[in-house]
């Protein structure tokens, strides 16, 4: 069984930088796509940024661009959302997820098979 157990959240003030990081464990994801979601309170959940296993090839939301950084280490079984210049709009809980699909969009949320408890991101004014 897939379980993602996310980490590093926290209270930032805007302008400030948090690194997020979700540890994987059950299988082998050398075929997966992993990825990180966000939803604020009275929000639908929103795609963030993922990362194909194999091979790294990286996507982001419009909203993040330039700013967050997601990266893998392939062989502990790690994935890192490194987010910079961050702003209250960012605050949310944010959630690992993973899916074995390669062809449904990436950004949709039902796509995805497993998913972390999620982790509090807080960005002061």
């Known amino acids: 069984q897939v379980q993602l157990v996310e980490d590093g959240g926290g209270l930032v003030q805007a302008g400030g930088s948090l690194r997020l990081a979700c540890a994987a464990s059950?299988?082998?994801?050398?075929?997966?796509?992993m990825g990180w979601f966000r939803q604020a309170p009275g929000k639908e959940r929103e795609f963030v940024a993922a990362i194909r296993w194999s091979g790294g090839s990286t996507y982001y939301g419009d909203s993040v661009k330039g700013r967050f950084t997601i990266s893998r280490d392939y062989v502990k079984n790690m994935m890192y959302l490194q987010m910079n210049n961050l702003k209250p709009e960012d605050t949310a809980a944010y959630y690992c997820?993973?899916?074995?699909?390669?062809?449904?969009?990436?950004?949709?949320?039902?796509?995805?098979?497993?998913w972390g408890q999620g982790t509090q991101v807080t960005v002061s004014s």
């Open positions: 059950g299988r082998t994801f050398s075929s997966y796509t």
């Open positions: 997820a993973a899916r074995m699909s390669t062809v449904a969009p990436i950004t949709r949320v039902i796509t995805y098979d497993y």
